[in-house]
């Protein structure tokens, strides 16, 4: 007397409420860790939080449950973060992210509450897709990577064929501008040649004709190996214009050797009766 009974408070104890499982991750509860996402997909999340007792007043007196209380608090903070965020989010990337702010969330609501409780740690034991659709969703997981896949290797082949592509257009591009600058200069110089020779044609049309003649027939003639010349008998004398330029080119090996007649050129002179009559009228003319 006065006092009826005591009790002592570890504020030391570090205490675990388990959600969506109970002493083993495979000992599941259902009800507990099904969550719904922001893009409507279920998943199965099991967690673990660690609390300390800060003020034993609040925790013996206020909450008549604190452990109760402390799972669902939490539970609800969680699935409340799950359900503002994608899938993929939740499963790969956000596991850390998820964890810190649903910690945030149960504390908040924890002091709100006045249950004299501190969150220690909250801990992320095992994130998956329900078991019922595991296999279809791991099908899509790996149709999600083969994508990635196929994407980089699509931006690899593109690194690859669009600089070789566009280095081929520019060189296209520099030799069509070349071969315009190129045309456009001969144009040009074509069409001063010409007003030079119509003002030369002008001063001296006669001479101006036979230059021109002249100047045609040299480049025809340059380009030509075989000659055929009319004689006034309407025989064609054959000059073997490429012969001649052989046995020129040839190098010197000695003279008799280098000035003799082709062989082959000979007999085709000598066998040819239109070159044998050229040369009787050709005697007849010369004669008095």
């Known amino acids: 007397w006065p006092i009826e009974s ?30 719904l996402t922001d893009d409507e997909n279920i998943v199965d999340l099991q967690f673990a939080v660690q609390y300390l007792i800060k003020d034993p007043k609040d925790f013996l007196f206020v909450d008549r449950a604190p452990e109760e209380t402390v799972r669902q608090v939490a539970e609800s903070a969680m699935r409340e973060i799950v359900g503002r965020n994608k899938m993929d989010f ?42 019922q659709v595991q296999s279809a969703f791991d099908d899509a997981v790996k149709a999600g990577q083969d994508r990635e896949r196929l994407k980089n290797e699509a931006e690899a082949y593109a690194n690859d064929v669009v600089p070789r592509a566009r280095g081929f257009a520019s060189r296209l591009k520099e030799e069509a501008e070349g071969y315009q600058q190129s045309v456009i200069a001969n144009a040009e ?95 007849r003319e010369d004669r008095p």
């Open 189 to 283: 110089g074509e069409a001063n040649r010409f007003s030079q020779i119509v003002t030369q044609y002008a001063k001296a049309p006669q001479v101006t004709r036979e230059r021109i003649y002249l100047d045609t027939m040299q480049s025809v003639m340059n380009n030509t190996t075989k000659v055929i010349v009319d004689q006034k008998g309407n025989s064609l004398l054959y000059l073997p214009l490429d012969k001649l330029q052989q046995i020129v080119s040839q190098p010197y090996a000695g003279a008799p050797e280098s000035l003799s007649p082709s062989p082959a050129v000979a007999p085709a002179a000598a066998s040819d009766p239109r070159s044998r009559d050229a040369f009787r009228s050709r005697d």
């Open 6 to 35: 005591r009790e002592v408070v570890n504020i030391d104890q570090v205490r675990t409420v388990e959600i969506g499982y109970r002493s083993n991750v495979k000992n599941e509860m259902l009800r507990e860790s099904l969550m």
């Open 90 to 131: 939740v499963l790969y990337e956000g596991r850390a992210e998820i964890a810190t702010r649903a910690r945030s969330l149960t504390q908040l609501i924890l002091d709100r509450y006045r249950t004299g409780i501190t969150i220690s740690q909250l801990t992320l034991q095992n994130i998956q897709p329900p078991e």
